[in-house]
Every structure is written in C-alpha cells, then in structure tokens.
C-alpha cells in the first residue's frame, strides 16, 4: 500500500503526532518515512533584526538551515525511536508547500502525512496554511494529524 512515506517536520506538536502516525503505518505496511524539514529564506524584516543579534552574529540563512537540520535530526532519531526503519531526513529550502509538494513529486512519495497546525509565520494566515495548500495540490493522498 503506502511504501514511501513523507512527513514534513518543522517541529511543532502536530508534526511530532503526524511522525507518530507515520512511524506506525511504515511498520504495518512494510514502507520507508522521510523526513522533510523547509525553512524560508528570510525577508527584510528579518535581515533587520539579524543586524541586533549580537549573541549570534552569523548570517541568518545559516541560522536558519542550522535550526531546521536540528529539527531533521531530533525527528529521524524520534523516527527510529518509534521502530521505523532506515528514516531518511532531509532540509530544504523554499516555500513551505511547494517545496513539500515538489519534494513529494520528485521522490515519488506515495503519502504525505503531516500536522494541521504547524510553527508558521504570519504567511499562513494570509495565504492559508501549508496544510491546506498541500492537500489542495497533492498528487499522491494526504494524511492530515
């Protein structure tokens, strides 16, 4: 049935279940979970406040790629923790859906599970969350937690 299995992961509470129900469907179907983590590059808010950070001077793209491979790495190690096999992670950069749906397309996945509340920014409540976008436009089944 599903044999590769995509949990996007931005390390919220709805994405750690979504992990959780992922992990157990891998084990009953025999399939693989990869973990996918997306940051966006910052804006000219953020470089403003990136010139305030005193206590963290680096770039904050670097920041930012640093924070969400941690996120990767605590999920796939949570992924294990819970018996699957092999967990892949991976970080990426771009628009949160549509680098989840374009990740999806080109792995082939053949089920995304993912959290419906996740630690966005102000952009979902403007353009919707990445919930709805991904299941509007997913070519494989959705799996919302």
């Not at 406040?49 to 491979?69: E, G, K, T």
């Amino acid at each position: 049935m599903f044999q590769k299995i995509l949990v996007p992961m931005d390390g919220s509470e709805a994405a750690m279940s979504a992990l959780e129900i992922a992990a157990k469907l891998s084990l009953l179907t025999g399939g693989t979970i990869t973990i996918l983590t997306v940051y966006r590059h910052h804006g000219m808010l953020e470089a403003s406040l990136s010139m305030v950070r005193r206590d963290n001077p680096d770039p904050l793209d670097d920041v930012l790629r640093d924070h969400a491979s941690g996120i990767a790495k605590s999920a796939k190690e949570h992924a294990q923790a819970l018996g699957a096999k092999d967990p892949r992670a991976f970080v990426r950069n771009g628009p949160v859906a549509r680098s989840i749906l374009a990740f999806a397309k080109e792995h082939e996945n053949d089920l995304i599970v993912l959290g419906s509340r996740g630690a966005g920014t102000v952009d979902q409540y403007l353009l919707g969350s990445v919930s709805h976008k991904v299941t509007s436009v997913a070519e494989c089944p959705v799996l919302v937690v």
